[in-house]
């Protein structure tokens, strides 16, 4: 069942196991406050282990590896999928406290692309130590570093 998230008030559900609940919880809320303040869109999310949150966390992984050789060694705990201005955005979040998301236009000519966010206190993982991370401050998830690639794929 969809877990609508709240970024006013923060909370832990679905992300217990995680070292980093507390800032992983901020980053998914922040995730959410986006959504609602640029598309009056709601974040909901699922457990990784549900049906279609297997089938979320499946399509992530399948970007990553076939975009980039790269394979997320953290557990999924929830997955994500909102579609709004002809955008699907699928979210994944892991027990490391690594959010990530693809954008994926679905019209042709569209923007596609791929961004990690680290929780504060999370060190990068090896798996993407190749990139460049910049930071973000944000009132419910402290500071979080981001990275991207674009899409070049069709999915």
Same mark, same amino acid.
């Given at each position: %069942? &969809?877990?609508? =998230?709240d970024f006013v008030n923060v909370s832990t559900a679905g992300l217990e196991s995680s070292p980093v609940a507390d800032a992983l919880a901020g980053l998914r809320a922040n995730e959410a406050r986006y959504f609602k303040n640029k598309y009056d869109a709601t974040l909901a999310t699922e457990p990784a282990t549900s049906a279609k949150g297997k089938k979320l966390v499946k399509y992530v992984a399948t970007v990553l590896e076939n975009e980039r050789g790269i394979v997320i060694e953290s557990p999924a705990l929830e997955a994500s999928e909102v579609e709004v201005e002809g955008i699907r955005w699928t979210h994944v979040f892991y027990e490391s406290g690594l959010g990530v998301n693809v954008l994926y236009t679905l019209a042709d000519a569209g *923007?596609?692309? =791929?961004?990690? *966010?680290?929780? /504060?206190? %999370? /060190?990068? &993982? /090896? /798996?993407?130590?190749?990139? *460049?991370?910049?930071?973000?401050k944000s009132k419910l998830a402290g500071t979080i570093r981001g990275t991207y690639f674009v899409v070049k794929g069709e999915y």
């Open positions: %069942m &969809p877990n609508v =998230v *923007k596609r692309a =791929v961004g990690f *966010k680290l929780s /504060e206190g %999370m /060190e990068s &993982p /090896e /798996e993407l130590s190749a990139f *460049k991370w910049a930071r973000q």
